[in-house]
């Protein structure tokens, strides 16, 4: 027998990635991170074309293999997070674009049953794709680069994606873009990203593109606009109260030796109800018709406080003519005393209604 061909790394990863057993497909995967971050640091490293496609296929094989949802889940996220091992630019594009082409290549072959897995790994990698334009502040040139990529791999009429890619690319573009960059992005930034799509849309013939597109990009970006001028608007009354507060916030404090009672009228000293005053009049005219008192002695109730004022009440109270002239007095109203009569049982816990209260007179 021959010597042994020793296969490369990039071989023999990709095929225990696509291993029956799931730990083994598990330590493929951890031993491929730490072999992209060991490569890419390596002055003359970093990864080819066709080395790219063979560990994407290896990639594809280990989400085809993985069956619970939860772990699907948590594979995806894994395999996405790769393009943050790498550490230049150009080798994250790279490494996106064989993604792409792996899905385009493949896609036909994916049944039913596994669509949704891929459905979800393209959504991871097109969000972490945002998160490395993040974390790079959003260069033009980045963003353009990517923007290329994109366009080339999926939306162009020249390019290999199925029918079912490109829909679903195009369907979640604005979603996971917005998760990622709702609250940095500017309306110029925002319509250089967007920008493909209008080109696209003005030149293809697939009746079927320009469907998604008009639904996914602009019906998405038209029913969205109320609620950006509503969260402008708000951000506007919140900006103005502040303002006002801060303009307010003085003039709220009072000068240096003013008292408040400085500016109160005499009047109110005198009457200390205000607006009722009026009313009291009133009240105490009626009583003196009643009572037959002078005119002279109504005036408005003495605002000091204490026993004189408790002492009044009394002598008013022990006056025999108010008790017997005035029936609509305190005496008079209600003089009639009710008899309590005790509830039995368990009745006795409960308030008496006005119903029940209304039978006892009858």
Known sequence: MGPRVQLPPEIQLAQRLAGNEQVTRDRAVRKLRKYIVARTQRAEGGFTHDELLKVWKGLFYCMWMQDKPLLQEELGRTISQLVHTFQTTEAQHLFLRAFWQTMNREWTGIDRLRLDKFYMLMRMVLHESWMALKTRGWEERQTEQLLELLTTEILHPDSQAPSGVRSHFIEIFLEELARVGAHELTAEQNLR??????????????????????????????????????????????????????????????????????????????????????????????????????????????????????????????????????????????????????????????????????????
């Open 193 to 362: 990203l967007i920008d493909p799509f209008c080109r696209i849309a003005a030149r293809t013939q697939d009746s079927l593109v320009l469907h998604n597109i008009t639904r996914g990009i602009f019906e998405t970006i038209v029913e969205q606009a109320p609620l950006a001028i509503e969260e402008l608007m708000n951000e506007l009354d919140v900006q103005e109260e502040e303002e006002g507060e801060e303009q307010d916030v003085p003039s709220r404090k009072p000068p240096k030796g003013l008292f408040p009672e400085d500016d109160i009228p005499e009047k109110a000293y005198r009457c200390p109800r205000g607006g009722r005053r009026v009313k009291m009049k009133r009240r105490l005219s009626q009583l003196q018709s009643r009572t037959g008192r002078g005119a002279g002695e109504a005036s408005c109730p003495d605002p000091s406080p204490g026993p004189a004022r408790r002492r009044r009440r009394r002598s008013t109270g022990a006056d025999p003519t108010v008790s017997q002239e005035q029936p609509g007095g305190r005496r008079g109203r209600g003089a009639r005393k009710r008899g309590r009569r005790p509830l039995a049982g368990p009745a006795r816990r409960w308030p008496v209604t006005r119903s029940q209260s209304g039978r006892g007179q009858s």
